[in-house]
């Protein structure tokens, strides 16, 4: 069960990525942050059951986990407002070897044959995108800007993203929390942090145009929900972070299919390729 937990988590974050790139236009990316935070929390809030009792120890780490997501999104964010969204999709896959150090390292995970076969066959489709410099130049973004600072942003959220990804199932598997628990408290650590943000850098929010883009409404609903099956999938004892890290690369399918349906980007070929190299790794991974 945990595996269709992950499987669909993968699917609604690719959707929720496109429905970022939709929501960012015309809008800066801060109040899009903060109000997009504002509404997952007011969603969150009624599905969350009893949020009193987290012990201290869990709660400084679910503080520290949304002050790391908090920088990952002011990244990500970046990062998807300026590149074409199918590019990103794959950038996004560096996380795989992130997440899958950390699972080892960390978490004291061992990877089967299978599963080292999956973790080269994503990073071979990772490496192919720049194989040929070209595909890179659509015109969305020049061509200097996601070889240096777009591609550092969508790298450092990709890491921070692993470094969650790997604090979820630290606090799901102690048994201490719920997972209505952990989404409400994170969610409101995040506005607080955003918050803070927004008052120091007096950035204006235009509360009433975010309010009436129906593109803010989808990502905020998709945020909780994609989260809480994650957060679930976490919570049963035979997860591992290194499979569940194969199997979020689902996203990446839909964020291709998406640059190349709905934003109409071009020289999506190479990605398609890697698209077809990630799937055959995530089906070797659970074989």
């Known amino acids: 069960m945990w595996i269709l937990f992950v499987l669909i988590y993968g699917v609604l974050k690719g959707v929720r990525d496109i429905a970022k790139k939709k929501a960012l236009s015309g809008h800066g990316v801060v109040e899009v942050l903060f109000v997009y935070t504002l509404m997952s929390f007011a969603f969150t809030v009624p599905v969350s059951g009893n949020i009193t009792g987290v012990p201290v120890k869990?709660?400084?780490?679910?503080?520290?986990?949304?002050?790391?997501?908090?920088?990952?999104?002011?990244?990500?964010?970046?990062?998807?407002?300026?590149?074409?969204i199918s590019l990103y999709g794959v950038l996004d896959l560096s996380r795989v070897l992130f997440s899958m150090t950390l699972g080892i390292l960390i978490l004291k995970e061992h990877l089967r044959v299978n599963q080292i076969i999956a973790f080269f066959l994503i990073a071979a489709g990772l490496m192919l995108l720049r194989y040929k410099p070209r595909a890179l130049r659509d015109g969305t973004v020049r061509a200097e800007h996601v070889a240096g600072v777009?591609?550092?942003?969508?790298?450092?959220?990709?890491?921070?993203?692993?470094?969650?990804?790997?604090?979820?199932?630290?606090?799901?598997?102690?048994?201490?929390?719920?997972?209505?628990?952990?989404?409400?408290?994170?969610?409101f650590f995040m506005l607080v942090y955003y918050g803070i943000y927004v008052l120091v850098t007096r950035t204006k929010i235009h509360f009433k145009d975010l309010f009436k883009n129906p593109w803010m409404?989808?990502?905020?609903?998709?945020?909780?929900?994609?989260?809480?099956?994650?957060?679930?999938?976490?919570?049963?004892?035979?997860?591992?972070?290194?499979?569940?890290?194969l199997l979020k690369q689902a996203c990446c399918i839909v964020t291709i299919l998406g640059g190349k349906f709905i934003f109409k980007e071009k020289n999506t070929l190479q990605r398609f390729i890697c698209a077809a190299i990630i799937i055959a790794g995530i089906v070797i991974s659970v074989l």
């Open 58 to 84: 869990e709660m400084l780490m679910i503080a520290f986990k949304s002050f790391v997501i908090v920088i990952a999104f002011l990244c990500s964010f970046y990062a998807i407002d300026r590149m074409p």
């Open 150 to 187: 777009l591609y550092i942003l969508a790298f450092i959220s990709t890491f921070l993203n692993a470094v969650s990804g790997t604090m979820d199932k630290i606090l799901m598997s102690g048994g201490n929390i719920t997972s209505g628990q952990l989404q409400f408290w994170y969610t």
């Open 217 to 245: 409404w989808a990502i905020s609903i998709l945020f909780v929900v994609a989260d809480r099956f994650l957060f679930v999938a976490n919570s049963y004892s035979e997860s591992r972070v290194t499979i569940m890290t």
